[in-house]
C-alpha cells in the first residue's frame, strides 16, 4: 500500500483527516458530487484515502472504464470490498469468495453463465406479475394513514423478496436477510458486526443447501446443486459465495435505487408530475435515475505496479471503481450534475462495465419500473415530511435509508403543497 502519494495528491481544502475522502463520512455520503467536482478539476484526478486500508478514487469516466477493462491489472479476486476486511480464514467465503465478482477468469466466466437463464429479459419478464402484487400488497398496508417512509417501508422491502424467491427461500425470513446485507455493505467498517452476519449467512445457506439436496425445486439453489464442473459436483464453498452474492448483489442496490428516486420525486414535484403525466419519459427517467443515484462502487487491487489516470499506483494498492463519480463527469454527460428526466444521451456506468458489468441488470430495471410505476398510481402526489429526517447509508451502496413522505388521503386533512 503506498501511502506516501498522499501529501502529493492530498487536498487538504477538503478537511477530511487521512485523505481526500471519507467513504463513511457523513458529509460524503449526503453528497459526494462536490468532491467528485474538486478532484476531478486537479492535475491528478484520482483521490486517494488512507482509510480503511486505503484506496485510490478515479473520478472520471474515461479513467474508471479504463481501469474496469484491465481485469488482469485490476484484480477482482483479492476482495471488492472498499474497505480492507481480514478475513475469517475458515469461512466458505474466504475459501471459495463470492463468485462471478470475486473472481477473474476462468472462474469468473462460468459461474457468471450460471446465473443469465435466470436474469434474461424473458426470465425476469416472468417474475414481473409477483413484483407488482407485492409492490400493490405493500402500499395497501400504509396508503390509508397518509404518511410512509418510502424507504423503510417500501423500497427495502421490494428487492429481498425478489431475490428470496430466486433462492428459493421462504418470504418470512427477508427481515433477517435486510439485516445480513446491511451489516455486510453499510456497515462494512464495523468488523465484527459485519464477520457475525456472514457467519449467520453462511450457516443459514448451509441449513437451506441441506433442504434443496434433499427436495430440489426449480431455484437457484438448486439449480447451483445439479451444477457439475469438470465431471465433479460443483463445490460447496462456490455454491454457499454465488448464494451469498446474488442475495447481496440484488437486494441493498436496487433498494438504493428504488428509495433514491422516491426521494427524487418527493422533493421534485415538476418531475413527478411529468412522470405521472407522460408514460413516453419513462425509460429514460428510469436511466436517469439510475445514474444520477448510481448506488454502487466496487474495488479491485492492482496486481503490478500500474497508472490510473496518468497517476501512479503502486502492487497491492485498492482501486476503486468509481462508477458514481464517472457518472457525473462534464466530458461525457451534458450539465452532469443536473438530473434531467428526458436526458437522450445516457451511457451511464451505474451497472459497471468490463467482464463484472451487472449480472442483474434487466431484473433491477423491471424492479425500478414496476416500484415507481405502482406508488405513483397509488401515490401520486406526496412530499417529504420531514427533509432533516431523511438518512443515508454510503460506502458500497449509496442510498437513503430513511425517506418519511406525507401524502393525501380522502378526509386525512393532510395535503401536500399542491403540484396541478
Ligand atoms: C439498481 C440496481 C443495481 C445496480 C446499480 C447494480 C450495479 C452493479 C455493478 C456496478 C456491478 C459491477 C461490479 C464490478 O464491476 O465489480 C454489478 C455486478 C453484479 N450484479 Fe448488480 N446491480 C444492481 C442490481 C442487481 C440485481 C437485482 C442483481 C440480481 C441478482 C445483481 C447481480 C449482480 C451480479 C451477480 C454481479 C456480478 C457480475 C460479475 O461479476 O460478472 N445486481 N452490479
Redesign the pocket.
Known amino acids: 500500500m503506498t501511502t506516501e502519494t498522499t501529501d502529493v495528491h492530498g487536498d487538504p481544502a477538503a478537511g477530511v483527516a487521512g485523505g481526500d475522502y471519507d467513504l463513511f463520512g457523513e458529509e460524503f455520503v449526503r453528497d459526494p458530487a462536490p468532491y467528485w467536482r474538486r478532484f476531478r478539476a486537479r492535475e491528478c484526478p484520482v483521490a486517494h484515502s488512507e482509510l480503511y486500508g486505503g484506496s485510490w478514487l478515479p473520478t472520471r469516466y474515461a479513467d474508471v472504464v479504463a481501469a474496469?477493462r484491465d481485469w488482469e491489472t485490476f484484480t477482482?479476486s483479492r476482495g471488492?470490498s472498499v474497505v480492507r476486511v481480514p478475513q475469517n480464514e475458515e469461512s466458505p467465503l474466504a475459501v471459495g469468495g463470492a463468485?462471478?465478482?470475486?473472481?477473474d477468469p476462468p472462474l469468473?466466466s462460468w459461474?457468471?453463465k450460471l446465473?443469465l437463464p435466470?436474469?434474461s429479459p424473458q426470465a425476469v419478464e416472468s417474475y414481473e406479475p409477483r413484483t407488482r402484487a407485492l409492490c400493490r400488497r405493500l402500499l395497501e398496508g400504509f396508503r390509508g394513514r397518509g404518511r410512509a417512509d418510502a424507504a423503510a417501508d417500501y423500497a427495502q422491502q421490494i428487492?429481498v423478496r425478489?431475490?428470496g424467491f430466486?433462492l428459493g427461500v421462504p418470504e418470512e425470513r427477508s427481515d433477517e436477510f435486510v439485516g445480513w446485507v446491511r451489516s455486510i455493505l453499510e456497515f462494512a467498517n464495523d468488523l465484527p458486526r459485519r464477520q457475525k452476519a456472514i457467519d449467520e449467512l453462511v450457516a443459514f445457506l448451509r441449513d437451506q443447501i441441506e433442504e434443496r439436496r434433499a427436495d430440489p425445486g426449480d431455484d437457484l439453489l438448486s439449480l447451483f446443486l445439479a451444477t457439475e464442473v469438470d465431471g465433479e459436483p460443483m463445490p460447496e464453498e462456490l455454491i454457499i459465495g454465488?448464494a451469498a452474492?446474488?442475495?447481496v448483489?440484488?437486494?441493498d442496490?436496487?433498494w438504493?435505487?428504488?428509495g433514491s428516486s422516491l426521494l427524487h420525486l418527493a422533493t421534485h414535484p415538476g418531475d413527478r408530475r411529468r412522470m405521472v403525466s407522460d408514460p413516453e419519459v419513462w425509460p429514460l427517467a428510469i436511466e436517469e435515475f439510475?445514474r444520477f443515484y448510481?448506488?454502487?462502487?466496487?474495488?479491485?487491487i492492482a496486481t503490478r505496479d500500474a497508472e490510473v489516470g496518468g497517476c501512479p499506483v503502486a502492487a497491492g494498492d485498492r482501486v476503486l471503481?468509481a462508477?458514481p463519480a464517472a457518472n457525473r463527469d462534464e466530458e461525457v454527460f451534458e450539465r452532469a450534475d443536473e438530473f434531467i428526466i428526458d436526458r437522450a444521451r445516457n451511457r451511464h456506468?451505474?451497472?459497471?462495465?468490463?467482464?463484472?458489468?451487472?449480472?442483474?441488470?434487466n431484473?433491477?430495471?423491471m424492479?425500478?419500473t414496476v416500484a415507481l410505476e405502482e406508488w405513483l398510481r397509488a401515490i401520486p402526489e406526496f412530499e417529504l415530511e420531514d427533509p432533516g429526517r431523511v438518512t443515508w447509508a454510503g460506502g458500497q451502496?449509496r442510498g437513503p435509508r430513511s425517506v418519511p413522505v406525507v401524502f393525501p388521503t380522502a378526509g386525512s386533512g393532510i395535503s401536500p403543497t399542491p403540484t396541478t
Open positions: 474496469a477482482s471488492v463468485p462471478p465478482i470475486t473472481a469468473h459461474t457468471r446465473l435466470a436474469m428487492p425478489i431475490i430466486l454465488e452474492l446474488t442475495l448483489a440484488g437486494t442496490t436496487t438504493s435505487a428504488i439510475l448510481s448506488p454502487v462502487t466496487m474495488a479491485r471503481m462508477f456506468l451505474a451497472f459497471g462495465v468490463g467482464i463484472h458489468r451487472c449480472a442483474g441488470s431484473l433491477a430495471r424492479e425500478l451502496v
